[in-house]
């Protein structure tokens, strides 16, 4: 399962890939059916049970390999948005939450708030992971919490070039 969806999904964004994978999951469980179980019932409990555990172990391989890839899912929204409407469907069944949080947050410190990178770019992606964040979490949480160090630098960043702004066209007055 996680090589299937490493070819097939890893820095693939404009694509949603539920359905696809779903119906995989279900010629998977079919199979294992017919092997192990002599079934082609599928009401049957067991079935059922394998069923639940293959979709929970998709949706914990995808929404790890996602975390990896959420910088730049971010930066290249809206045309990621398929990967985030992913991503939100099987966060929604496992409890990597706070994984996702933190990894998101190193992310945008390391990659995003260091020295050479222009403020605008930071801007940029800080507008993307607005957009993105809003359509992952609705409740706004991650996006508060693993966007405070860009609020922080741009807080930093403005106050003084506002203030000489200011300072300027006084003098220019």
């Known amino acids: 399962m996680e090589q299937r969806m490493e070819q097939r999904c890893r820095g693939e964004y404009e694509s949603s890939f539920i359905a696809d994978f779903t119906q995989w999951l279900e010629r998977v469980r079919a199979w294992l059916g017919r092997v192990f179980l002599n079934a082609s019932e599928p009401g049957s409990a067991t079935l059922q049970r394998w069923r639940c555990h293959l979709h929970q172990v998709f ?64 801007i940029t992606l800080y507008i993307s992971a607005i957009m993105a964040l809003r359509e992952l979490d609705p409740s706004m949480v991650i996006l508060q919490l693993a966007c405070e160090p860009i609020r922080k630098y741009l807080r930093s960043v403005c106050l003084p070039v506002c203030l000489s702004v200011e300072i300027l066209f006084i003098r220019l007055s």
């Not at 929404?63 to 899912?73: C, G, K, N, Q, T």
């Not at 469907?89 to 990178?117: I, W």
């Open 59 to 122: 949706c914990r391989l995808y929404v790890s390999m996602r975390i990896e890839e959420l910088f730049s899912i971010i930066r290249d929204f809206p045309d990621s948005k398929p990967a985030i409407e992913d991503l939100k469907f099987c966060l929604e069944r496992t409890n990597q939450r706070q994984q996702l949080l933190t990894s998101l947050k190193s992310a945008l410190e390391t990659r995003l708030l260091h020295p050479g990178v222009h403020t605008s770019d930071i």
